[in-house]
């Protein structure tokens, strides 16, 4: 049977109902929002003479839920427009409408009865073969099978989203005993297909798998506090980025997710997994018992381990929880040598192996969190999950860690982790010394383009499940690489189409890239079928190298200067006229350069957290690598398709004046740095590079030829200038704009206009890229555009001066 999702109902509006809500509109699904029936009037309906038997009361739960959903920043929603596929309802008088889902998911709140409660009501209307789930993450799913039908059974099991369900990728299936295997098949694949998560198979544990892992880590960091006499800011810095983790590390996590949900599941793992050899570490150090006691629960409460404060001078100050006084203070500067050693080293592998290799507190820290990591983690297979990637996939997913316990153990290497466990104390399970035994000396292999764990049943290397068919780059580059420089590296991808990738600090874009760029195009138009340029990266591509720039503009090297942004322009009007298909393949942040160069390329397939914007202005420049050009051409196009001038000149010059950053994929659309009908967005992140490759083969087995050169760009130049100038002039009286903003501006609006022309007339892009390097040549000579450019450089901080 070929079971499609058409139509999703979701029980229950919270917090995590709505935005569950949110996610599914975003991929182009109908959703029905339910919630419960209010019992009393509050006081503005009253006000108004409403009844309890009025609709807009009996959906006022429901509505206000969704409203303020949709009000969170950063947005659960990819387009405000997506809110319209929800169509919001309550309990009582719409729960026949769930005989029209496809899916039913039940989010209300954690209490196994209310839930109960919510299933014999579905049970009364929903149509036999509906997959219903349950989202919760702590009631076994198990429990939640009494007095239910056999089809109810069959088609049931629980999915467990992790809060906030659009950024974060775990999807946890925890099937039940009853739960038909063709069921949780499709749930693995929609998961990952259509939602773009990391889905995970998970037992039906405590906790299940992430939390259970990441909650234990974050006690074991708790009780380590007071052990090795570390501060608050202290394990932060220690367990942030610099380990590849989210720069909320442990404390300041703790003050989003709310201490209340920690210790909620903290107790849960204590009171119902008596076995568990770290049981005791689940017990709350004495300071988190008197943080509750006193409603110190994180931001939802004010304060935390963290408070923000005003000093006399009404400067905001972030203050810092003393664990011992449990009195707020000033942060300290964190500072010592075994971070020294490990921040210039950009490769996290690299980095990850030297922590553990200094003799300070720092290091001794590590050496026993990897410890203790390595050991809970052996330990919790099989009771989690049958196989160790399982734990990697959910921790790295619902964490946000770019490397998992067992990834981790390999860089380290197979003896110096069963030190490290030794030392602490601590025993592995015995599969490890079974593991030991066999010869083995990873939990992971690459061959063939492929990723292999080592399954414990087997004691053999198998390839991961649902990764055969996916393109993945970290398991080709060893043995695929046909070129690399410092800056970038360029692999053999198979079936003729070639990736490149770029490493350096943020991907920005240098000299080194620059030259990757040009050399894969060489590669592809005489060796292979096409290029992609994609990677691995945090983000795609913060974009120019601004230090750079400003150290060639602070020396007033013009000629110098000159020459690196004609090569810069020169290179992507390459990626335009190539003549082979290249396709550019962004993710989270393709800002500046990043996003110039995914302007030019034959087609984007952007994943749908793409963060993409030309943000020049913000340093007191305008894009200076075809961006600004770009946008005349695009602005000449929509001139042909009958749209206003005026209208859309402003848009445009908006767009890149405000330095507008579009906060999904599909923003990037309405902004116009993609194109319809050209570019497209996939969901999940895993499968992009896959999808980007087989992008790349349909344009060359279409028979590829490279695009004509534009040499009839209409520009509307003094009719256009004196709308730009009119604006900038406006916006200066009115305060919204200082005076080098204005300068700015102008220098914008010159080469959008094409220059100080006095009629529409056609011109080439060369005309307008000379146009562009002209004006970002003489804004490098502008003292202001130096001092934001310095701003940027040294405090990474934009300066509106």
Known sequence: MERKINKVAVLGSGVMGSQIACHFANIGVEVLLLDIVPRELDEKEEKKGLKLSDKVVRNRIVDSALVAALKMKPSPI???????????????????????????????????????????????????????????????????????????????????????????????????????????????????????????????????????????????????????????????????????????????????????????????????????????????????????????????????????????????????????????????????????????????????????????????????????????????????????????DAIKAGFGWALGPFESWDILGFEKGLELIEKQGKKAAQWILDMKESGATSFYKKENGQKLYYDLTSKEYKVIPGTEDLVLLDALRDDNTVWKNTDTTIVDLGDGILNLEFHTKMNTIGSGVIAGIQKAIDLAETKYKGLVISNTGQNFSAGANVGMIFMMAAEQDFDELNFAVKTFQDTMMRVRYSN?????????????????????????????????????????????????????????????????????LRDRFLTIGQAKVATSAYEGFDLGYLREGTDEVIVSRERQLTRAK??????????????????NITISGQEGLGIVYVGANSMMSGNY?????????????????????????????????????????????????????????????????
Not at 588 to 609: Q, R, T, W, Y
Not at 748 to 754: I, Q, S, T
């Open 694 to 711: 087989a992008a790349c083969l349909e344009l060359s087995n279409k028979g590829y030829s490279a695009p004509l050169r534009e040499k």
């Open 78 to 392: 990819y387009k405000k427009e997506f809110a319209s596929r929800i169509t919001t309802g309550n309990m009582e008088d719409d729960m026949k409408k769930i005989s029209e889902a496809d899916w039913i998911i039940e989010v209300v709140i954690e209490r196994l009865d209310i839930k109960k409660t919510v299933f014999d009501n579905v049970e009364k209307h929903r149509k036999p073969g509906t997959l219903i789930t349950s989202n919760t993450s702590g009631i076994p799913i198990n429990m939640m099978l009494d007095g239910r039908s056999e089809d109810f059974k069959k088609h049931f099991c629980g999915t467990h989203f992790f809060n906030p369900p659009r950024y974060l990728q775990l999807l946890e299936i925890i099937p039940t005993k009853e739960t038909d295997q063709e069921i949780v098949d499709f749930f693995m694949e929609y998961g990952s297909q259509y939602l773009g998560k990391k889905t995970v198979l998970a037992k039906d544990t405590p906790a299940f798998i992430a939390n259970r892992i990441g909650v234990y880590s974050i006690m074991s960091l708790f009780h380590s506090v007071k052990e090795l006499g570390l501060t608050v800011e202290e394990i932060d810095k220690l367990t942030g980025t610099v380990l590849g983790r989210q720069k909320s590390a442990t404390f300041r996590t703790a003050d989003v997710v709310g201490l209340d949900t920690l210790v909620l599941v903290a107790n849960g793992v204590k009171d119902n997994c008596p076995d568990d050899e770290e049981n005791k570490l689940f017990e709350l150090p004495e300071f988190i018992s008197k943080m509750v006691d006193s409603k110190w629960l994180g931001s939802k409460t004010g304060q935390g381990f963290y408070k923000k404060t005003k000093d006399e001078n009404g400067k905001t100050e972030i203050l810092s929880l003393d664990l011992e006084t449990l009195e707020y203070k000033s942060q300290k500067r964190v500072k010592f040598p075994t971070l020294d050693m490990a921040k210039p080293i950009d490769d996290l592998e690299k980095r990850t192996a030297m922590l553990i290799q200094g003799q300070d507190k720092a290091a001794e820290f590590y050496k026993m969190m990897f410890g203790g990591l390595f050991a809970y983690a052996t330990n919790r297979v099989p009771e989690i999950a049958e196989d160790l990637f399982k734990i990697d």
């Open 580 to 648: 082979t298909p290249v396709i550019v393949a962004p993710h989270n942040m393709a800002i500046g350069g990043g996003c110039e160069l995914s302007m030019h390329a034959d087609k984007v397939v952007a994943h749908a957290e793409t963060y993409i914007g030309l943000v020049e202005f913000g340093v007191g420049l305008i894009p200076g690598g075809g961006g600004s050009k770009e946008f005349a051409k695009r602005f000449s196009d929509d001139l042909k398709s009958g749209d206003i001038r005026i209208n859309r």
């Open 737 to 801: 704009m200082s005076e080098h903003d204005k300068v700015i501006s102008e220098k914008l609006g010159y080469v959008l206009c094409g220059g100080d022309i006095s009629e529409r007339v056609q011109v080439s892009e060369q005309y307008l890229l000379d146009l562009e390097r002209k004006a970002f040549l003489e804004l490098c000579a502008e003292r202001k555009t130096l001092e934001r450019l310095e701003s940027m450089v040294k405090k990474g901080k934009v300066l509106r001066n």
